[in-house]
């Protein structure tokens, strides 16, 4: 079982800097594959960023690539969404994941929400 604790969210102006942490307990050898997802009202889940935590690869949406980084640390308990020159529309509530699967599947051609098995309860992030 594993447990994903997020924090970091909060009102924030754009074009600002947050980052959000995601702290994971429990079993490591069923998560090999992290991710941060976001949600605004009215929308679908959105994937924003993966992290492969044996090799450190890395995927981006589109929406977010060049201005959001993902990263963990050294022990590989906490994954971090470094977000930069936030906009408007990067209100949401943001989500972290976790799931087993191949690095091709986590990072090179992901798919959706279904990858993963274990989310956290989320943090919001509003930008004005």
């Known amino acids: 079982h594993v447990q994903l604790v997020e924090s970091g969210g909060g009102s924030v102006q754009a074009g600002g800097s947050p980052r959000l942490s995601c702290a994971a307990s429990g079993y490591t050898y069923n998560r090999n594959c992290m991710a941060w997802f976001r949600q605004a009202p009215g929308k679908e889940r959105e994937g924003v960023a993966r992290i492969a935590t044996g090799s450190g690869n890395t995927y981006y949406a589109d929406s977010v690539k060049g201005r959001f980084t993902i990263s963990q640390d050294n022990a590989k308990t906490t994954v971090f969404l470094q977000m930069n020159s936030l906009k408007s529309e990067d209100t949401a509530m943001y989500y972290c994941?976790?799931?087993?699967?191949?690095?091709?599947?986590?990072?090179?051609?992901?798919?959706?929400?279904?990858?993963?098995?274990?989310w956290g309860q989320g943090t919001q992030v509003t930008v004005s």
């Open positions: 994941a976790a799931g087993f699967m191949t690095q091709y599947r986590c990072t090179e051609a992901p798919g959706g929400s279904s990858d993963f098995g274990y």
